[in-house]
C-alpha cells in the first residue's frame, strides 16, 4: 500500500514539477530502479507494487521522444547513455533472477517495446545484440509459464528486426564453446549485477560501438557454423509445444520469418543444430497416427481446404460430419505449414526439411500403408496420398514426393526393371485392382500427379520409354504396308463451323511447338504442305472410329464435338504454362539418331492404362471416367514424341506395339462383333445416354448396361482426343512464322 501511495505521490511531483532535460529525466529513472535494489529489503514483494513498471515506461517513452526530435539515423544522449552504461545488460540480469517477482516480464516487455518503437538499427551495437541473445535463451525454458505471452512477442520482434536486415543473424548463431558459465543469482548478486552488470566482456571493451562490423569480429559469426547454437529457434521450438494455442501459431510465424533469411550459414545452423526438423515431421506423424483407419475417400477429398493457424473448429459439428473430420483438418493443417515452410525456406534448408520429410514420414509411416493388402487400408491410405499430393505447392517437398513415389530412375523401362521400385510397381498395379475403388482411387492419384509441375514425373511415367521413337517401324518407306486411314467420306468441313477461326487467344500458343504440323509426315497418303489438311484427316480419323450404328450424341442436343474444344484449349494452355520452363524438345528426335533396334516397351504406367482401354466395354462407367481422363491429361501434353504417340494415327507402328488409337481401333472391332448380338441395341443406347444425363428417370434396369455405357464413354472419349488433336494443331500452326 505504502509502495502505491509513493508512486501516486511521484507522479503527481513529476505533473507540477518544471521539466528536465531528457538525458537527466532519463537517468533519473534509471536510478530510480537501481536505488530500488540498493535501498529495498523485501525482495518478496511483486514487481507491480514498486515504482519499476512506472520507471520502466518512462525511459521508453524518453526514447522514442529523442528519436522524434533528431534526425533519422542520429543517436541522442540517452540512446548513448543506455548503450554506454549497458542498461539492457542490467535489466537482463534482473530479468533472469525474476527479482522482485513479475521482473522478468516487465524486462521483455521493455525489450520488445524498445525493438519496435525505435527506428533506428539498435541489434548491430554489441550492448544491444548481446543481451538480446541472453534473453532470447531464458524464452520457452518452462511450458505454459506466466511469461510465455511476453516472451512470444519478444521472439517475434526479434525475427521481424532479423528480416529486415538478414545479415544481422550471424550475431545470433553463438559458438558452444564460448558460451559463458550460468551462475545462480541470490538477491546479493542481483545487487551486485546492478552495480556491474554481466556483460560478457573484458574490461577493456568499447561498449559503444555502432559499426556491424565490430559487432559481427566479438560475435564469431558463422566460421566454424557446426559448433554454433541457434538460441533463437530453440526458444520458437519450445514455444510451439505450449497448450495455449495462440502462442503456438506466433511461434510457428516467427519459424517462417528465420527459415526465409538468405543467409547461407543461418540456413546450414537452422537444419544441423536444432530440432525444426524432428518438429516438423514428428507432429505431421502425430497428426497422421490420431486419423481413422478407414474414412470414407469422398469426406477426405472434399473436406474444405485450412491453412495453418486458421483451422478453429467445433468438436460437435465436426464429429456430425464425418468421424475423424477434426484428426484430418488437424493433419491437413500441419501439412499446410510444412508445405509453405519449406516453400518460403533458403533454398538449401528447404531441400534439407524435405528430404526429411521424405525419410521420417512419407518412407517410415505411409509407405507401409499404401503397400498393405487390406483393401480398406489402401483405398484411405490412397485417398489420404492423393490429397496430400492436391495440396502440396512448395517445390523441394514436391520433388521429394515424387522421389518417393516414383524413384529417380531416368532410363528406359523395360519389362524386367518395372519391379526395381517396389512402391511405383505397386501403385501403377492398383490402377488395375480388382477393387473399383481403389483403381479409380489410385487414377485419381495419378491424374493429379500428372498436372503437378513437375518434370520427373511425366519422365518417370512415360516420357523415357519414348524417348527412342522405337515404337515406330524401322523399315525403308517403300517397304512398309500401304495405309488405308484415308479422308473418311462423311468427314466433318473444319472450316465452316465458326468454332474452328482463328479466335483462339495466343496464350495457348508454345514457342517451338513446330513438331505439331511435321508429326504426320511418316504416312505417304498425307502430304505436310497443307496444313488444315492435316487436321482435318486427324481429328476425322478420331471422330469416325466409332461407327455410326454405335453413336448416340447426334440423338441428344448439346453432346457434339464442339463442346469439348473449348475445355481442351483451357487445358492446353494451362499445360504449356507449367511445362514451358523445362528443357522439352521442340520437334521430335530425328530418326536417324534413334535406336529404333531396341525393342519397345510402352513401360508399366501406359501399358496398364492401355490394358484397361481395351476392356472399356466390359468394366464399370466410374472406372472408364478415371481411365478416360488420364489418358486425354497425357494427350494434352506439349512434347512431340506423346503427341505423335497418342494423337497421330499415320504413324507407322513397329511390329508388335501398340499406340492409343490401335488399341481403340481393337475396340471397335470387338464392338462390332458384339452389337448384331443385342437386340434393340440403338434404343436401349439412347436409353442408357440419356439416363447418365439426367434426361430419363432411372427405370427398368437395361440388357447389358456395362456394355452400353462402355460405348458412350467411348464415344465420348474419341470426340476428346479429336478437340485435343485440333486445338494443339491450331496453336502450333499459330506459332509457326
Known amino acids: 500500500m505504502f509502495s502505491k501511495f509513493t508512486s501516486i505521490l511521484q507522479h503527481a511531483v513529476e505533473a ?13 529513472h534509471w536510478k530510480g530502479i537501481t536505488h530500488y535494489y540498493i ?62 517477482p513479475g521482473m522478468k516480464q516487465q524486462v521483455l516487455t521493455f525489450y520488445t517495446k524498445l525493438l519496435a518503437h525505435i527506428r533506428q538499427p539498435l541489434l548491430p551495437h554489441i550492448n544491444v545484440h548481446r543481451p538480446v541473445q541472453k534473453l532470447i535463451r531464458l524464452c520457452g525454458e518452462v511450458l505454459a509459464a506466466p511469461t510465455e505471452n511476453e516472451e512470444i512477442q519478444f521472439l517475434c520482434i526479434v525475427c521481424a528486426k532479423l528480416k529486415q536486415d538478414p545479415y544481422l543473424v550471424n550475431f545470433f548463431l553463438e559458438n558452444k564453446s564460448k558460451r559463458p558459465e550460468i551462475k545462480n ?67 510457428c510465424e516467427g519459424l517462417m520469418l528465420l527459415v526465409s533469411l538468405p543467409e547461407l550459414a543461418a540456413a546450414r545452423c537452422l537444419t544441423e543444430n536444432t530440432e525444426l526438423c524432428e518438429l516438423l515431421t514428428d507432429r505431421l506423424i502425430s497428426f497422421y497416427k490420431a486419423l481413422p483407419p478407414s474414412m470414407d475417400p469422398l469426406d477426405i477429398e472434399t473436406v474444405e481446404s485450412v491453412n495453418w493457424g486458421l483451422d478453429v473448429y467445433n468438436l460437435k459439428e465436426d464429429a456430425a460430419v464425418f468421424t475423424g473430420k477434426r484428426a484430418l483438418i488437424s493433419f491437413l493443417s500441419w501439412l499446410d505449414y510444412c508445405d509453405q515452410l519449406i516453400k518460403e525456406a533458403q533454398k538449401s534448408a528447404a531441400a534439407v526439411m524435405a528430404k526429411a520429410v521424405r525419410e521420417r514420414f512419407f518412407v517410415s509411416v505411409m509407405e507401409p500403408q499404401l503397400m498393405q493388402t487390406s483393401e480398406v487400408g489402401i483405398l484411405t491410405s490412397t485417398a489420404l496420398l492423393n490429397r496430400v499430393i492436391r495440396q502440396v505447392t512448395s517445390e523441394a517437398l514436391l520433388q521429394e514426393i515424387v522421389y ?66 522405337n515404337y515406330l517401324e524401322n523399315k525403308p518407306q517403300e517397304e512398309r504396308e500401304p495405309l488405308e486411314n484415308g479422308q473418311p467420306h462423311d468427314a466433318v468441313d473444319l472450316e465452316e463451323d465458326p468454332l474452328f477461326g482463328d479466335d483462339l487467344s495466343p496464350d495457348s500458343r508454345l514457342s517451338g511447338s513446330d513438331w505439331l504440323g511435321s508429326t504426320p509426315q511418316h504416312s505417304p497418303d498425307h502430304s505436310k504442305s497443307d496444313g488444315k489438311t492435316e487436321v482435318h484427316k486427324i481429328v476425322n480419323s478420331f471422330l469416325c472410329l466409332v461407327p455410326d450404328e454405335a453413336k448416340s450424341s447426334y440423338h441428344v442436343e448439346g453432346t457434339g464435338y464442339d463442346t469439348y474444344l473449348r475445355d481442351a484449349h483451357r487445358q492446353f494452355r494451362d499445360f504449356c504454362g507449367i511445362c514451358q520452363r523445362w528443357d522439352w524438345r521442340g520437334s521430335p528426335k530425328p530418326l536417324e539418331k534413334c535406336n529404333l533396334d531396341v525393342p519397345f516397351f510402352e513401360g508399366h504406367f501406359l501399358k496398364v492404362l492401355f490394358d484397361r482401354m481395351g476392356r472399356i466395354l466390359d468394366q464399370p462407367y466410374d472406372v472408364n471416367l478415371q481411365v478416360t481422363a488420364v489418358l486425354s491429361k497425357l494427350s494434352l501434353l506439349p512434347h512431340p514424341h506423346l503427341h505423335e504417340y497418342l494423337l497421330d494415327p499415320y504413324i507407322s507402328l513397329a511390329p508388335g506395339c501398340r499406340s492409343l488409337f490401335s488399341v481403340i481401333v481393337r475396340v471397335v472391332g470387338d464392338l462390332m462383333l458384339r452389337i448384331h448380338r443385342i437386340p434393340d441395341f440403338t434404343p436401349k443406347l439412347l436409353l442408357v445416354r440419356k439416363r447418365l444425363l439426367g434426361l430419363e428417370p432411372e427405370g427398368v434396369t437395361v440388357d447389358h448396361s456395362t456394355l452400353l455405357e462402355g460405348v458412350i464413354v467411348l464415344e465420348e472419349f474419341c470426340k476428346e482426343l479429336a478437340a485435343i488433336a485440333f486445338v494443339k494443331y491450331h496453336a502450333a500452326a499459330s506459332s509457326s512464322p
Open 16 to 28: 507540477l514539477a518544471p521539466s528536465l532535460p531528457l538525458q537527466e529525466d532519463f537517468v533519473y
Open 39 to 100: 535501498e529495498t529489503s523485501d525482495d518478496k514483494a511483486p514487481v507491480t507494487d514498486t515504482n519499476i513498471p512506472s520507471h520502466l515506461e518512462q525511459m521508453l517513452d524518453i526514447l522514442t521522444q529523442e528519436e522524434a526530435e533528431r534526425e533519422s539515423g542520429e543517436t541522442g544522449p540517452c540512446m548513448e547513455y543506455l548503450l554506454h552504461h549497458k542498461i539492457l545488460e542490467t535489466l537482463y540480469t534482473l530479468g533472469k533472477a525474476d527479482c522482485p
Open 185 to 251: 543469482l541470490t538477491t546479493e548478486g542481483v545487487k551486485e549485477s546492478v552495480l556491474a552488470p554481466d556483460t560478457g566482456q573484458s574490461q577493456g571493451d568499447h561498449p559503444g560501438e555502432p559499426q556491424a562490423a565490430a559487432a559481427a569480429s566479438t560475435s564469431s559469426p558463422a566460421a566454424n557454423n557446426n559448433t554454433n547454437n541457434y538460441n533463437l529457434v530453440t526458444s520458437l521450438l519450445n514455444l510451439t509445444k505450449s497448450p495455449d494455442g495462440r502462442i503456438v501459431v506466433k511461434a
Open 404 to 469: 518417393f513415389l516414383l524413384g529417380e530412375d531416368k532410363e528406359a523401362e523395360t519389362p524386367a526393371t518395372i519391379t526395381q521400385n517396389p512402391l511405383r510397381h505397386r501403385l501403377i498395379e492398383h490402377c488395375d485392382h480388382l477393387s473399383d475403388e481403389i483403381s479409380i482411387m489410385t487414377l485419381r492419384l495419378f491424374e493429379q500427379l500428372i498436372q503437378k509441375p513437375n518434370q520427373h514425373i511425366l519422365h518417370s511415367l512415360v516420357l523415357r520409354s519414348l524417348e527412342e521413337r
